[in-house]
């Protein structure tokens, strides 16, 4: 009993009633915080406040899909990843993405946009403030728009002939471009760029740009601005949103933010310029059907409840440019990147060209009769996606998934890049290997796994437009060039450089030797 007084008394001594007080808060905090995420999917242990940061910091720079893909080798194929203060199901394998963004698309397909593209895009106050088709959270008013988007895009060429004259001249205007560099070590990455933006710009604008021109010069820079944002430097935003404020939380924010400014300015200023000169019989472009459809919408009342609006106008723009332009420029710059690593492969597309094409303008339809090239592009696309994790989703309801609890409004990541490594359905998956995409006869084999694109109702818009351009450009390209490592450099790296949401080829040169 004295024994018992003494620890009493030492208690006393050293645990007042604050302390107490702040112990039992934290563990009727900690009870509650528990019941409420009860069945949770599982994952590496999460800190207070901080999640599962100091875990993905420490990967830091290597940190990507194939981080996340290891921990589901552990945890299983969905999972849950706390970042600070919000919650990511990461789900993973083939067979459970299809389930999620196709099967259970009704449940999955909602967007969770990240605070900074709410900041610059939305009201700032809640991630379903954003237009446009991209970030847009799935209803009614989101199919309205993509149907029209789908539409518009296919009446201006995209899967037709009629586009392809367009592409095959931007890749012409592209090699003469080359051709200035005489061979001599260049980085391609801005010329893949210009060349990409300006078939955008000729669908949605009616025009292109010469790639000096200081309009067109500086309309790249701002998309740059738009989607080189790295996933790191926002993380204390997570934490809190009042510290995305403060000097050292704000940066990417502001960055982003004066950015989409710059970008939606120039968006009202085309819309302007289109609405002086526009003429219902004489469709030119995207802008074009759009402000038919916004006459139609007026005619018929008020265009507001539409969705056609001048702001939505220039949502789609943005989106049009951020997911048409970047992703298909990293492809291409990825592509070029593994001829340079493999000589071989190189000389095999060669030959292939030279046998079905000779010098003859490219069609998109010969990519029947070009398997080899056709695997080629399919390899790159399987062993370094540009999007290997894909828009972020969101549980639009309460559900459950493998037999755990989603709740409502919770991010929802699909691991491409977990599909396109999994060696059950791609042997030696590290290896690149067009031949993979090949039968026995030589034909090209389409992969139901092969998911660059992503799958389901939101599957990227631009798919069909990037398949054309990625086969053109790059055609036209190893018909007129050999891309060879300048002399005595290193082979550069095939290990990808990510940002927020694009997987890029860290920077490297190479030389486009004319073939004569």
Known sequence: MHTLTEVAATVRHYVDLPTVLVAMSTCLLSYLYLQRHRNLPPGPRAWPIVGNIPYLASKAPAFGPNVL?????????VMTIWIAREMHIIVSG??????????????????KVPQVVVDSRGDGTSNKATKGVLFADYGPDWKQ???????????FG???????GKICDEAASLSRELVTKDGQPYNIKHLLQDAVSNIICSIVFGKRFEYGDPEFLWLIEVLNDNVEIKPAEDLLANIHPVLRHLPFGSGQQKKLAKSTSKLQGYCRGQLEKHRETFDPNDIRDFIDAFLLEQQHACAGGDQSQTGFTDKQLQEIIMDLFLA????????????????????????????????????AVPTYALREKMPYTTATLAEVQRINSA?????????????????YTIPADVSVLSNIWSVHMDPQLFPEPDKFNPDRFLDRQGNFVKHEALIPFSVGPRVCLGEQLARMELFLLFVSLMQRFTFQLPEGAPAPSSVGNMTALINMPQPYDLCAVSRG
């Open 145 to 155: 728009q993509r149907r029209f988007a789908l539409k518009t895009l296919r009446d």
């Open 158 to 164: 995209v899967g037709k002939r009629s586009l392809e």
């Open 324 to 359: 048409g332009t970047e992703t298909t420029a990293t492809t291409m710059h990825w592509v070029l990147l593994y001829m340079l690593l493999y000589p071989d492969i190189q000389e095999k597309v060669h030959r292939e060209i030279d046998a079905v094409l000779g010098q």
């Open 69 to 77: 893909y290891e921990l589901a080798q552990k945890h299983g194929d």
């Open 94 to 111: 083939y067979q459970m993405i299809r389930e999620v963004l196709v099967r259970r698309a009704e449940d999955f397909s909602s967007r």
């Open 387 to 403: 999007v290997p994790i894909g828009v972020p989703h969101s549980s639009s309801r309460k559900t459950t998934l493998n037999g």
